[in-house]
Protein backbone atom coordinates (compact mmCIF):
# COMPACT_ATOMS: atom_id res chain seq x y z
CA UNK A 1 0.00 0.00 0.00
CA UNK A 2 1.18 3.49 -0.64
CA UNK A 3 0.44 6.59 1.28
CA UNK A 4 2.36 9.49 -1.16
CA UNK A 5 4.45 9.84 -4.34
CA UNK A 6 6.78 12.52 -4.99
CA UNK A 7 7.31 13.20 -8.37
CA UNK A 8 7.09 15.54 -11.25
CA UNK A 9 3.79 16.27 -12.21
CA UNK A 10 4.17 15.39 -16.19
CA UNK A 11 0.55 15.07 -17.95
CA UNK A 12 -2.64 16.52 -17.06
CA UNK A 13 -6.16 15.69 -17.92
CA UNK A 14 -9.64 16.36 -17.32
CA UNK A 15 -9.84 13.25 -14.14
CA UNK A 16 -6.24 12.17 -13.67
CA UNK A 17 -2.46 13.31 -13.50
CA UNK A 18 0.60 11.41 -14.14
CA UNK A 19 3.73 11.85 -11.81
CA UNK A 20 7.16 10.45 -13.21
CA UNK A 21 9.09 9.38 -9.85
CA UNK A 22 12.37 7.88 -10.34
CA UNK A 23 11.45 7.28 -14.41
CA UNK A 24 8.04 5.40 -13.33
CA UNK A 25 4.97 7.31 -14.37
CA UNK A 26 2.10 7.02 -12.03
CA UNK A 27 -1.08 7.20 -13.21
CA UNK A 28 -3.66 8.65 -10.16
CA UNK A 29 -7.43 9.94 -10.84
CA UNK A 30 -8.01 13.03 -9.13
CA UNK A 31 -10.92 15.01 -8.09
CA UNK A 32 -9.57 18.31 -9.06
CA UNK A 33 -6.22 18.27 -12.08
CA UNK A 34 -6.40 22.24 -11.57
CA UNK A 35 -4.86 22.07 -8.34
CA UNK A 36 -1.65 20.62 -9.35
CA UNK A 37 0.92 22.36 -11.63
CA UNK A 38 2.75 20.14 -15.05
CA UNK A 39 6.17 20.27 -14.14
CA UNK A 40 6.41 21.25 -10.70
CA UNK A 41 7.71 18.23 -8.02
CA UNK A 42 4.70 17.83 -5.81
CA UNK A 43 3.84 15.52 -2.99
CA UNK A 44 0.62 13.35 -3.99
CA UNK A 45 -1.20 11.40 -1.36
CA UNK A 46 -2.55 7.89 -2.88
CA UNK A 47 -4.73 5.60 -2.07
CA UNK A 48 -4.77 2.57 -3.80
CA UNK A 49 -7.82 0.30 -5.16
CA UNK A 50 -7.03 -3.56 -5.97
CA UNK A 51 -9.64 -4.72 -8.19
CA UNK A 52 -10.10 -8.06 -10.59
CA UNK A 53 -9.33 -5.93 -13.69
CA UNK A 54 -6.17 -4.22 -12.46
CA UNK A 55 -4.66 -1.63 -9.31
CA UNK A 56 -5.82 2.04 -9.97
CA UNK A 57 -4.52 5.04 -8.12
CA UNK A 58 -6.51 7.87 -6.39
CA UNK A 59 -4.48 11.01 -5.65
CA UNK A 60 -4.91 13.59 -3.16
CA UNK A 61 -3.00 16.92 -2.54
CA UNK A 62 -4.18 16.97 1.12
CA UNK A 63 -4.22 14.66 3.64
CA UNK A 64 -7.76 15.83 4.66
CA UNK A 65 -8.80 15.28 1.14
CA UNK A 66 -7.79 11.90 1.05
CA UNK A 67 -9.28 11.18 4.76
CA UNK A 68 -12.19 12.31 3.31
CA UNK A 69 -12.30 10.46 0.63
CA UNK A 70 -11.64 7.27 2.91
CA UNK A 71 -14.78 7.91 4.42
CA UNK A 72 -16.80 8.41 1.75
CA UNK A 73 -15.84 4.97 0.43
CA UNK A 74 -17.06 3.36 3.44
CA UNK A 75 -20.66 4.70 3.25
CA UNK A 76 -22.76 1.57 1.49
CA UNK A 77 -23.29 2.42 -2.55
CA UNK A 78 -20.29 4.57 -2.47
CA UNK A 79 -17.32 3.73 -4.62
CA UNK A 80 -14.03 4.85 -5.31
CA UNK A 81 -15.31 6.83 -8.57
CA UNK A 82 -17.95 7.92 -7.10
CA UNK A 83 -16.28 9.67 -4.07
CA UNK A 84 -13.71 11.07 -6.48
CA UNK A 85 -16.49 12.60 -8.04
CA UNK A 86 -18.13 14.31 -5.31
CA UNK A 87 -14.50 15.75 -4.13
CA UNK A 88 -14.83 17.17 -7.76
CA UNK A 89 -17.96 19.51 -7.03
CA UNK A 90 -16.60 21.07 -3.96
CA UNK A 91 -14.40 21.95 -1.04
CA UNK A 92 -13.25 19.48 1.82
CA UNK A 93 -14.87 21.81 4.11
CA UNK A 94 -17.63 22.37 2.34
CA UNK A 95 -18.51 18.92 1.79
CA UNK A 96 -18.15 17.98 5.25
CA UNK A 97 -19.89 21.33 6.46
CA UNK A 98 -23.00 19.74 4.55
CA UNK A 99 -22.73 16.09 6.40
CA UNK A 100 -22.67 18.08 9.53
CA UNK A 101 -25.38 19.75 9.16
CA UNK A 102 -27.34 17.28 7.26
CA UNK A 103 -27.57 19.37 4.22
CA UNK A 104 -29.30 16.76 1.90
CA UNK A 105 -30.18 19.32 -0.70
CA UNK A 106 -26.49 20.27 -1.37
CA UNK A 107 -25.36 16.61 -1.69
CA UNK A 108 -27.76 16.47 -4.31
CA UNK A 109 -26.61 18.56 -6.45
CA UNK A 110 -23.52 16.70 -6.89
CA UNK A 111 -23.32 14.42 -9.93
CA UNK A 112 -24.36 10.58 -9.49
CA UNK A 113 -25.61 11.35 -5.84
CA UNK A 114 -29.99 10.95 -5.65
CA UNK A 115 -31.59 11.69 -2.27
CA UNK A 116 -30.76 8.03 -1.19
CA UNK A 117 -27.39 8.26 -1.20
CA UNK A 118 -27.09 12.00 -0.10
CA UNK A 119 -29.19 10.66 3.23
CA UNK A 120 -26.82 7.40 3.28
CA UNK A 121 -23.81 9.59 3.53
CA UNK A 122 -24.89 11.85 5.91
CA UNK A 123 -26.44 8.91 7.78
CA UNK A 124 -22.85 7.26 8.18
CA UNK A 125 -20.57 10.02 8.58
CA UNK A 126 -22.44 12.76 10.48
CA UNK A 127 -20.47 13.13 13.62
CA UNK A 128 -17.61 11.58 12.24
CA UNK A 129 -15.31 14.82 11.55
CA UNK A 130 -12.97 16.66 14.20
CA UNK A 131 -14.31 20.33 15.28
CA UNK A 132 -11.42 21.56 13.47
CA UNK A 133 -12.40 20.33 10.05
CA UNK A 134 -15.71 21.54 10.30
CA UNK A 135 -14.80 25.12 11.36
CA UNK A 136 -15.70 26.13 7.82
CA UNK A 137 -14.77 29.36 6.47
CA UNK A 138 -17.41 31.01 3.72
CA UNK A 139 -16.94 31.30 0.59
CA UNK A 140 -17.12 34.96 -0.27
CA UNK A 141 -19.52 37.38 -2.59
CA UNK A 142 -16.64 37.41 -4.34
CA UNK A 143 -16.24 33.97 -4.99
CA UNK A 144 -19.49 33.16 -5.75
CA UNK A 145 -19.71 36.06 -8.14
CA UNK A 146 -16.98 34.76 -9.77
CA UNK A 147 -18.07 31.41 -10.53
CA UNK A 148 -21.11 33.08 -12.41
CA UNK A 149 -18.99 35.29 -14.10
CA UNK A 150 -17.05 32.29 -15.78
CA UNK A 151 -20.21 30.15 -16.30
CA UNK A 152 -21.84 33.23 -18.13
CA UNK A 153 -18.47 33.27 -20.49
CA UNK A 154 -19.49 29.79 -21.35
CA UNK A 155 -17.64 27.42 -19.27
CA UNK A 156 -18.93 24.61 -17.84
CA UNK A 157 -20.20 24.56 -14.11
CA UNK A 158 -18.70 21.41 -13.59
CA UNK A 159 -15.02 22.96 -14.69
CA UNK A 160 -15.55 26.19 -13.04
CA UNK A 161 -16.14 24.51 -9.94
CA UNK A 162 -13.33 22.01 -10.37
CA UNK A 163 -10.96 25.56 -10.92
CA UNK A 164 -12.64 27.65 -8.42
CA UNK A 165 -12.15 25.14 -5.86
CA UNK A 166 -8.42 25.47 -5.84
CA UNK A 167 -8.87 29.02 -5.11
CA UNK A 168 -11.45 28.44 -2.62
CA UNK A 169 -8.39 29.58 0.54
CA UNK A 170 -7.33 32.70 -1.56
CA UNK A 171 -8.73 36.22 -0.29
CA UNK A 172 -9.27 38.58 -4.18
CA UNK A 173 -11.77 40.39 -5.83
CA UNK A 174 -14.14 39.02 -8.36
CA UNK A 175 -11.88 40.15 -10.81
CA UNK A 176 -9.05 38.47 -9.41
CA UNK A 177 -10.97 35.14 -9.46
CA UNK A 178 -12.13 35.15 -12.54
CA UNK A 179 -8.62 35.95 -14.08
CA UNK A 180 -6.68 33.35 -11.94
CA UNK A 181 -10.17 30.48 -12.76
CA UNK A 182 -9.63 31.52 -16.18
CA UNK A 183 -5.51 30.50 -16.32
CA UNK A 184 -6.33 27.50 -15.00
CA UNK A 185 -9.38 26.98 -17.03
CA UNK A 186 -7.36 27.42 -20.11
CA UNK A 187 -4.56 24.28 -19.46
CA UNK A 188 -6.53 21.17 -19.73
Same mark, same amino acid.
Not at 118 to 132: E, P, R, S, Y
Given at each position: ???????????????????????????????????????????????????????LLYGFLT???????????LVKGIGC????????????????????????????????????? /??????? +??? !???? $???? %???? #?????? /??????? +??? !???? $???? %???? #?HEQLDTN?????????????
Amino acid at each position: MYSYIRGVIVDMARDHIVVDNQGIGYLLYVSNPYQFTKGKETLVYVYQQVKEDGILLYGFLTKEEKELFLKLILVKGIGCKTAIGILATGDVNAIIQAIESKNITYLKKIPGIGPKA /AQQIVLD +LQG !KFNA $VATD %MVLT #SVEYDE /AIEVLIA +LGY !KRQD $VERA %MNSL #SHEQLDTNGYVKKALSLLVKL
